[in-house]
């Protein structure tokens, strides 16, 4: 099983230091990366899910569909198990927390300025648990 990872932001510095931690934990090859939600989700539509897993790094606030609603909208789609995120952001607080806990998909929330070793050592366990990379 394949891992595709799509980072979600659009701040380029903050695009430039997850690619750059991606490529380094070889969890896979590249990344994909969309300033918005809706480009993301225009993405997810046409890809091919079967047998490959797909991480999302995003930011909460990317418009014109935020993290929270690209979430929702994932959930009504059949590939929404395929699915996995990192919520990243400045604005994390108890009520993005809590919001996160309630989305199956969203496996850890980092806030900005992101600690690169705990993002690193996320993307390793990840990667141990999906042996299997292209």
């Not at 090859?29 to 939600?37: D, M, P």
């Not at 569909?65 to 994932?74: C, F, G, N, R, V």
């Not at 806990?101 to 980092?110: D, E, G, P, S």
Request: proline share 4%.
């Amino acid at each position: 099983m394949s891992v595709d990872v799509i980072i979600i932001d659009d701040d380029p510095a903050s695009i430039f230091l997850y690619q750059t931690v991606v490529k380094k934990s070889e969890l896979a090859r590249a990344s994909l990366v969309f300033s918005n939600g809706q480009d993301a989700l225009n993405y997810l539509d046409t890809r091919n899910h079967q047998d490959k897993l797909c991480l999302l790094l995003m930011d909460i606030n990317v418009l014109p569909l935020s993290a929270w609603e690209l979430l929702d909208q994932i959930n009504l789609r059949p590939f929404a198990d395929c699915i996995s995120a990192i919520i990243i952001s400045s604005s994390i607080d108890a009520i993005d927390r809590k919001k996160a806990k309630a989305f199956k998909q969203v496996i850890h929330c980092l806030e900005k300025p992101v600690d690169v070793k705990e993002l690193q050592d996320k993307l390793k366990s990840l990667g141990r648990a999906f042996p299997e990379r292209i």
